[in-house]
Nanobody
Framework: VQLQASGGGLVQAGGSLRLSCAAS????????MGWFRQAPGKERELVAA????????YYADSVKGRFSISRDNAKNTEYLQMNSLKPEDTAVYYC?????????????????WGQGTQVTVSS
């Protein structure tokens, strides 16, 4: 599976960005996807993922109500809509394939990572 993340950039606080993750190499509808982020000097953390078996979506507390994960199977693409951005959202954002569809917060439960896209939020 190859993942290509895009859509990052520089935005002012309060602004919005939509990240995209284009997948190839496997039937996209069969993939469970998640979005992580890693700020300088910090651990990579799960931002959003879908708990496929429960039909629920996980969001980190810090992004609840502001970020939304979605997908377009026809375009083989997963999205992360980010609204009301804050300077603390500044990080490199990665998409990854969730091996089990459980929205685990453990990085080892994900394989096939995208290359990352930089999001910088200015105050």
């Amino acid at each position: 599976v190859q993942l290509q993340a895009s859509g990052g950039g520089l935005v002012q606080a309060g602004g919005s960005l939509r990240l995209s993750c284009a997948a190839s190499g496997r039937t996209f509808s069969s993939l469970n996807m998640g979005w992580f982020r890693q700020a300088p000097g910090k651990e990579r953390e799960l931002v959003a993922a879908v708990r496929k078996t429960l039909g629920r979506t996980y969001y980190a507390d810090s992004v609840k109500g502001r970020f939304s994960i979605s997908r377009d199977n026809a375009k083989n693409t997963e999205y992360l809509q980010m609204n009301s951005l804050k300077p603390e959202d500044t990080a490199v954002y990665y998409c990854a394939v969730d091996k089990y569809g459980l929205a685990s917060t453990t990085k080892d439960d994900y394989d096939y990572w995208g290359q990352g896209t930089q999001v910088t939020v200015s105050s």
